[in-house]
Each structure stands twice: as structure tokens, then as C-alpha cells.
């Protein structure tokens, strides 16, 4: 079983910097992608940065973002310990909204498999 545990998150003023991390256990796949959704209330959940390995459907192993995180969110992973983190910058009121980590992956012959963690809130006040 694969579980994914989030930590960060919280409430900051317009132009503030948080950072989220997730840390995923269990029998993962070492050639997967893991990144952030976020869903803001009233609205569907979005992509907001994954990274994926070389070789991957995406862009090679360059971390990608939403155009709207574009130059204020970083992504980084530590392969070895499965987990991720999530550096935002020059929050906005828009970025408010609860953040979930999630790991996938596609094994030759087999179905993909997406995992996701509780969710963490984000708050960013004006």
C-alpha cells in the first residue's frame, strides 16, 4: 500500500513564501512522477507542478508548471526518499486553496497507477 503524507501549508499575507512536502511509503515504482494539484473552492482541481524521470510522457525529467506558478513556485524531488516539495514565492490570493501531492506511474503492460495525499490548506490573504 502506498501512502503519501503531506506537511506545510498554512496562511500567509499576499507576497509571502510557504514551502509544502510530501514524503510517499510503500511499494512505489521507482520510474514515476509525483507534483501538486490544488482545488480552490467552487472549482475543479488543477495541476500545479509536476516532475517527472527522464523518459517520461512529459517534457524529460524538467519539473513543469501551470502558467499562473510560472517563476513564483519551485518544484524539487529527492528520488532516493520519495518525496517531494513544493517552494511558493510571491503568494496571491488566487493560489488559496487546498494543495495535494500526488505520485504516479505506468509500469510496461499495466495500468497507471495515481496515489494522492490528504490535501494540505493554503491561505493567502490580500
Known amino acids: 500500500q502506498v501512502q503519501l503524507v503531506e506537511s506545510g501549508g498554512g496562511s500567509v499575507q499576499a507576497g509571502g513564501s510557504l514551502r509544502l512536502s510530501c514524503a510517499a511509503s510503500?511499494?512505489?515504482?521507482?520510474?514515476?512522477?509525483m507534483g501538486w494539484y490544488r482545488q480552490a473552492p467552487g472549482k475543479q482541481r488543477e495541476l500545479v507542478a509536476v516532475i517527472t524521470p527522464g523518459g517520461g510522457p512529459y517534457r524529460g525529467d524538467s519539473p513543469n508548471y501551470a502558467d499562473s506558478v510560472k517563476g513564483r513556485f519551485a518544484i524539487s524531488r529527492d528520488t532516493a526518499k520519495n518525496t517531494v516539495n513544493l517552494q511558493m514565492h510571491s503568494l496571491k490570493p488566487e493560489d488559496t486553496a487546498v494543495y495535494y501531492c500526488?505520485?504516479?506511474?505506468?509500469?510496461?503492460?499495466?495500468?497507471?497507477?495515481?496515489?494522492w495525499g490528504q490535501g494540505t490548506q493554503v491561505t493567502v490573504s490580500s
Open positions: 510503500g511499494s512505489i515504482y521507482s520510474l514515476n512522477s
Open positions: 500526488y505520485l504516479t506511474w505506468m509500469r510496461p503492460f499495466d495500468t497507471r497507477r495515481t496515489y
